[in-house]
């Protein structure tokens, strides 16, 4: 269990949590190898690098960075291999750096503390706003589980000839829901061998696509290299980097890194559970990155200079690579759809993973997980099923829909941001594992650039969109209530101090 700092601790024993809802149950973690043995040379010193221990430390950041390849990732690589060419690999590259970077901040607010992300917003901030961060959150999660889910329901549709129409894709979909629960029952190792699995197949399936079309060597090492922006790639660019930081993701991972078991009497163990992380989410985003660098060269070498290339879409682009490609030994469509809904399925069952803990988190609730699994995945399917009924035959109404929830998503990022950067810089809330000055200046410059292009974002998609006076004041209204509340968040990030409790990061800090 994890510590409750409201009740008194003596001989530096740290008491048990019994009224909370926690992340993992202690019986649910993975044991490390040498927690309870004594360290000889004191607490404060960090175990020497074991490499049995970094794999017994893999998996939450693998399960992290499935956020980078889910299929609103894919789509915004393939549209921009296609409009831009190989331009813009290096902005993928540095985008994918500043995501590790807000990954890595999120790992070390769960491990430096035993909270996740949605449990320090709860008791940090006052109960109005936490409630709102909480519809924020689940808003920005149910508008990626319908991207997520329609990418799924898109693939089923490809493989099965058209049999299974989209919203019957989504009816299967949603049943990664009781997957998640199976799993769970087995172990936390188990579902991260699961995930595993499909990043693999993802692998295996575009590196396949990238074998077939044989991009240009040359020309993708220069575009990686190389910085280069025009005016006419400007939005592809935009939604390169907009779409890598999911608001989900980052309390997802903060909690993910509880799964393990860490000492947090002995800041060297702190210390050490951190780097061991550090490590396996690079490794991770690495192999991310490498696939969705894949996607945007295939579809840089097919597409780039066509007349169809600003047509191309998750709906139609198997199909355009079947009639460039051709059958082969293995129809490129199939190749394309079996990625596809890899990156489909594993997307949608972190996002039902992040929405128990959101949930959980926010609301302090404690009810069995097939019961919170169970309502997570409705919030989510109900309104998808509905999408894919209406959107089912027009390829053009869902990509209007995927603008509008891309908008969706850039509207939340702040909220995930804000709290996560203003709680890691705490000395209150972590003690010292707080990052230092010259990280601080980074995450916030990172944080400020994402915010702008997505509002950037925002604004050319609300300037072609919002016609009307009504609609127009509204808009206006909304956006004058958004910007307040982020000013507040802020605000009150600053003037964070200690309310209710010390966590165990500054028990550590003590037992120096």
């Known amino acids: 269990m994890l510590p409750h700092s409201n009740m008194p601790r003596e001989d530096n024993q740290v008491p048990l949590l019994s009224d909370q809802d926690v992340a993992y149950d202690s019986g649910e973690k993975v044991h490390i190898l040498g927690i309870n043995e004594p360290d000889e040379e004191g607490s404060s010193v960090v175990p020497p690098f074991s490499w049995k221990k970094l794999w017994l430390f893999t998996g939450p950041g693998f399960l992290m960075s499935i956020a980078f390849l889910d299929p609103g990732n894919l789509e915004g690589d393939l ?39 949605a449990e320090l917003c709860r008791e940090e901030y006052p ?34 000839n058209g049999i299974l129409p989209l919203w019957a894709g989504v009816v299967v979909t949603a049943s990664d829901c009781f997957i998640l629960l ?16 499909l990043i693999a197949t993802m692998a295996v399936s575009f590196a396949w696509m990238f074998g077939e079309t044989k991009p240009t060597g040359t020309e993708l090492l220069l575009g990686v290299l190389i910085p280069k922006l ?61 696939i969705n660098l894949f996607v945007m060269t295939v579809f840089a070498k097919a597409f780039y200079g066509t007349e169809i290339a600003s047509s191309i879409g998750l709906v139609n682009a198997g199909q355009y690579l079947q009639e460039k490609y051709g059958g082969g030994l293995f129809p490129i469509l199939y190749i394309w759809s079996i990625g596809l809904l890899a990156a489909g399925q594993s997307s949608t069952i972190t996002g039902t993973y992040a929405g128990q803990f959101i949930m959980g988190g926010f609301l302090n609730l404690r009810m069995k997980k097939w019961l919170r699994a169970l ?25 209007v829909l995927n603008e509008w929830l891309n908008v969706l998503q850039s509207i939340q990022i702040p909220f995930a941001l ?8 705490k000395e209150q809330i972590m003690g010292t594992f707080k990052i230092g000055p010259a990280l601080k200046i980074v ?14 974002l925002l604004l050319d998609f609300f300037s072609s969109e919002v016609t009307g006076v009504i609609f127009t004041t509204v808009v206006c209204a909304f956006t004058g209530a958004y910007l307040a509340f982020i000013v507040y968040l802020v605000y009150w990030g600053f003037t964070l101090s200690v309310r209710r409790h010390m966590l165990p990061a500054k028990l550590a800090q003590g037992m120096e």
């Open 418 to 425: 804000l709290p996560l950067l203003c709680l890691v810089s």
């Open 375 to 399: 309502i997570t995945r409705s919030c989510a399917i109900i309104p998808t099923i509905v999408v894919a009924l209406v959107f089912n035959t027009s390829e053009a109404a869902l990509d």
């Open 230 to 290: 025009s005016s006419k790639t400007i939005k592809q660019a935009v939604g390169v980097v907009g779409c890598i930081i999911m608001p989900h993701n980052v309390f997802l991972h903060s909690a993910l890194v509880q799964s393990r078991e860490i000492d947090y009497s002995k800041k060297g163990r702190v210390q050490e559970a951190l780097n061991y992380y550090s490590i396996e989410s690079t490794v991770a985003l690495i192999i991310s990155f490498t």
């Open 127 to 160: 109960t109005w706003v936490s409630m709102v961060l909480w519809v924020m959150a689940e808003l920005a999660l149910i508008g990626a589980d319908i991207q997520e889910v329609i990418g799924s329901a898109i693939a089923i549709k490809i493989l099965s």
């Open 79 to 117: 549209q921009a291999g296609a409009i831009a060419g190989y331009s813009l690999l290096w902005l993928l590259m540095w985008a994918t750096a500043m995501g590790l970077l807000v990954q890595l901040l999120s790992a070390r607010l769960g491990v430096a503390t035993g909270r996740h992300l």
């Open 443 to 456: 995450a916030w410059l990172v944080a400020a650039l994402v915010i702008v292009i997505n509002g950037y």
């Open 182 to 197: 199976f799993l769970e029952n087995y172990g936390v190792r188990k579902l991260e061998a699961f995930f595993a699995v």
